[in-house]
């Protein structure tokens, strides 16, 4: 039998705790807080990206959740500094603002590089002493002319890479591919680094890690996605927000396949997961804040709204069932276009029908 012992005073303990947390995310909270766009912020909500650049406040994060991130970016720090000083990588943790993208910032996680990938005879630890180094001092002192070290440079094949820390849970769901909001944020340093150093733009990868568990890394190996385009529209829509005052719109409903035992495959609206962490969702508008009120569904799990066909080829969409959630066919169809554009596997098309009705099979 246990036997408890009489309690003790844990405020030491539990300082020392908030110390670790405050030590681990202090410096992310001020770069956050520069009125830049982030590479993050690519590919996710526009709405609270354009007001995180404004300035405006949100929801302070939780004990709970800067202990997530305090143990992530020691996770970050432990394992890039270990391809650091491994020689796998040219450079880590660096930052990168402005530049070819004003308004923007960036800070990659390693730029990797392994003489056997790229084919060159130089040893990596060589070239981030003779090569790498010089040019990143140049910049750092805003030398423009990095002319002869860009050149010897272009002839290696450095990958630009991002570790990823997910919920143990998450790890299964990151097995077939990177998520698209991640190779958007890669790419964005990708080219972000390349315009700075006058580079061509390098491949990608993506390491996700789970926050403890024993679970292998998966890695992804891809090209760079074309960032810039989509960097454009989250500038269009703050110069937008500077001259008219206007906000982009909240993040639609999003669809997803659900099983029904009485329909079988069907379509059902969900609330957009990034709402569910946003820091402005249902946050107070006092001292210069800003409160979204996200779209929302009328149960939990989400609403139906259609039935595909055995087949797979054609969703029914039931208006008795939209009706009883509001939603419109516009809302409806554009939500299943998404689906399909980021179905995996792929799904060539899909025909919509209208029914007024659902005959139970």
Same mark, same amino acid.
């Given at each position: 039998?246990?036997?408890?012992? $009489?309690?003790?005073?844990?405020?030491?303990?539990?300082?020392?705790?908030?110390?670790?947390?405050?030590?681990?995310?202090?410096?992310?909270?001020?770069?956050?807080?520069?009125?830049? !766009?982030?590479?993050?912020?690519?590919?996710? +909500?526009?709405?609270?990206?354009?007001?995180?650049?404004?300035?405006?406040?949100?929801?302070?994060?939780?004990?709970?959740?800067?202990?997530? /991130?305090?143990?992530?970016?020691?996770?970050?720090?432990?394992?890039?500094? /270990?391809?650091?000083?491994?020689?796998?990588?040219?450079?880590?943790?660096?930052?990168?603002?402005?530049?070819?993208? $004003?308004?923007?910032?960036?800070?990659?996680?390693?730029?990797?590089?392994?003489?056997?990938? +790229?084919?060159?005879?130089?040893? &990596?630890?060589?070239?981030?002493?003779?090569?790498?180094?010089?040019?990143?001092?140049?910049?750092?002192?805003?030398?423009?002319?990095?002319?002869?070290?860009?050149? =010897?440079?272009?002839?290696?094949?450095?990958?630009?890479?991002?570790?990823?820390?997910?919920?143990?849970?998450?790890?299964? *769901?990151?097995?077939?591919?990177?998520?698209?909001?991640?190779?958007?944020?890669?790419?964005?340093?990708?080219?972000?680094?390349?315009?700075? *150093?006058?580079? #061509? @733009? $390098?491949?990608?990868?993506?390491?996700?890690?789970?926050?403890?568990?024993?679970? &292998?890394?998966?890695?992804?190996?891809?090209?760079?996605?074309?960032? $810039?385009?989509?960097?454009?529209? *989250?500038? !269009?829509?703050?110069?937008?927000?500077?001259?008219?005052?206007?906000?982009? #719109?909240?993040? #639609?409903?999003?669809?997803?396949?659900?099983?029904? %035992? &009485?329909?079988?495959?069907?379509?059902?609206?969900?609330?957009?997961?990034?709402?569910?962490?946003?820091? *402005?969702?249902?946050?107070?508008?006092?001292?210069?804040?800003?409160? +979204?009120?996200?779209?929302?569904?009328? %149960?939990?799990?989400?609403?139906?709204?259609? =039935?595909? &066909?055995?087949?797979?080829?054609?969703?029914?969409?039931?208006?008795?069932?939209?009706?009883?959630?509001?939603?419109?066919?516009?809302?409806?169809?554009?939500?299943?276009?998404?689906?399909?554009?980021?179905?995996?596997?792929?799904?060539?098309?899909?025909?919509? @029908?209208?029914?007024?009705?659902?005959?139970?099979?």
């Amino acid at each position: 039998m246990i036997e408890p012992l $009489p309690h003790f005073n844990t405020t030491t303990l539990q300082e020392g705790y908030s110390h670790f947390v405050s030590q681990w995310t202090a410096e992310d909270e001020a770069e956050f807080n520069d009125g830049r !766009f982030h590479a993050s912020d690519c590919g996710q +909500c526009m709405l609270k990206a354009v007001l995180q650049r404004g300035g405006l406040k949100g929801r302070p994060l939780d004990e709970d959740a800067l202990g997530m /991130f305090a143990e992530a970016n020691l996770i970050h720090d432990c394992m890039t500094r /270990f391809w650091l000083e491994s020689g796998t990588a040219l450079s880590c943790e660096e930052r990168l603002t402005d530049g070819p993208f $004003p308004g923007w910032s960036s800070k990659f996680d390693m730029l990797m590089h392994r003489p056997e990938w +790229c084919g060159c005879t130089s040893p &990596t630890s060589r070239l981030i002493e003779e090569l790498y180094a010089p040019m990143r001092r140049h910049r750092e002192r805003e030398i423009v002319d990095i002319g002869s070290y860009a050149e =010897v440079l272009a002839k290696h094949k450095p990958i630009m890479t991002d570790l990823k820390t997910v919920h143990p849970n998450g790890l299964k *769901y990151m097995a077939k591919g990177p998520k698209q909001h991640n190779a958007l944020q890669v790419s964005v340093y990708a080219h972000h680094w390349a315009g700075t *150093y006058q580079q #061509p @733009v $390098p491949d990608c990868a993506i390491m996700y890690r789970s926050r403890g568990g024993a679970a &292998t890394p998966i890695w992804h190996f891809f090209k760079a996605l074309d960032a $810039p385009k989509v960097m454009q529209q *989250y500038d !269009f829509a703050y110069d937008s927000y500077l001259e008219f005052g206007t906000l982009p #719109p909240v993040e #639609p409903l999003m669809a997803e396949w659900a099983n029904d %035992n &009485t329909y079988g495959t069907v379509v059902k609206l969900k609330q957009s997961w990034q709402c569910g962490y946003c820091k *402005y969702s249902g946050w107070h508008t006092a001292d210069g804040n800003y409160r +979204c009120e996200p779209l929302t569904t009328k %149960n939990t799990t989400g609403d139906r709204i259609g =039935v595909r &066909t055995v087949d797979g080829k054609t969703v029914v969409l039931v208006q008795e069932w939209m009706d009883k959630g509001d939603y419109s066919y516009v809302q409806a169809t554009d939500a299943i276009y998404n689906l399909i554009v980021d179905a995996d596997p792929p799904i060539e098309s899909i025909d919509l @029908v209208l029914s007024s009705r659902m005959a139970k099979p």
